[in-house]
């Protein structure tokens, strides 16, 4: 299993910004996929995770109502759609694959991508 994020970059605030998280994996529809973030002044946290024909859901729920997470199976894709970007949303966006479940912790997923920038500017 190969992870990749996309779509990061710098977008003022306010703005959107749509991530995805490209696998290779001959087991895709069996991986539970997580976005996680790392901002500054904090540690890693887990966003949203979405569990293939079970689930997506946000481990805040503060962010539901901007953020929304989505899995495309044909083109092996996780995407997290960011609206409303606030300069607290500032970090590295990263992916991580765990067969059929998440885990909140970072260290307990199996496959890391690399991350992407997200930079919301003021």
């Known amino acids: 299993v190969q992870l990749v994020e996309t779509g990061g970059g710098v977008v003022q605030v306010g703005g959107s910004l749509r991530l995805s998280c490209v696998a290779s994996a001959f087991n895709f529809n069996d991986l539970a996929i997580a976005w996680f973030r790392r901002t500054p002044g904090k540690d890693r946290e887990a966003v949203a995770c979405s569990i293939p024909n079970i689930m997506d859901f946000f481990y805040d729920d503060s962010l539901k109502g901007r953020f929304t997470i989505s899995r495309d199976k044909a083109k092996m894709t996780v995407d997290l759609e960011m609206n409303g970007l606030t300069p607290e949303d500032t970090g590295v966006y990263s992916c991580?694959?765990?067969?059929?479940?998440?885990?909140?912790?970072?260290?307990?997923?199996?496959?890391w991508g690399k991350g992407t920038l997200v930079n919301v500017s003021s």
């Open positions: 991580a694959s765990r067969l059929y479940y998440c885990a909140r912790s970072w260290d307990n997923m199996d496959v």
